[in-house]
């Protein structure tokens, strides 16, 4: 099994879902940063108790060669999408989009499957595979 499917069920087994997984560097430090959602939110206490198991197991099974600080967090309101999962998850949120050699566009994710997405757009929907996708994330319009 992969570490990715043992973090997996770590974060489960704590009644969440594993987002994602991603090592970032902030101000001279290596962060391994978990990603869990759960369904009514995630807590504080909630990442505290998913560090407090998960950190023995990768004390074991760590992550990468160099020193890192763990990290669990909620994905956030406006998160990445980079896996098919994430965006079958994010079907009818508003979304920003970068196209490789084109530009960003704004729109409706409407449909997603394991080759690519649909968007409604103000030019009506468009169809994109993964391949087509530079970045992509969800957005929140706090107007």
């Not at 560097?25 to 939110?41: A, N, S």
């Not at 760590?62 to 956030?76: C, D, K, T």
Request: hydrophobic share 35%; charged share 25%; glycine share 6%.
């Amino acid at each position: 099994m992969n570490l990715e499917t043992q973090i997996a069920k770590i974060v489960e087994a704590n009644g969440a879902a594993l987002y994602d997984t991603e090592v970032v560097t902030e101000f001279d430090e290596t962060i391994f940063r978990v990603l869990v959602t759960k369904v009514g939110g995630v807590s504080l206490d909630l990442c505290a108790t998913i560090s407090h198991e998960l950190s023995p197991f990768l004390d074991v099974h760590p992550p990468m060669s160099e020193r890192y600080r763990l990290e669990i967090s909620s994905p956030g309101i406006e998160r990445k999408l980079t896996k098919p999962v994430h965006f079958k998850n994010a079907i009818g949120e508003k979304v920003k989009l970068k196209i490789t050699g084109e530009d960003k566009l704004k729109g409706i994710l409407k449909s997603a499957d394991n080759d690519g997405i649909v968007v409604e757009t103000k030019q009506g929907e468009e169809s994109f595979s993964y391949s087509q996708l530079g970045t992509a994330k969800t957005y929140f319009d706090w107007n």
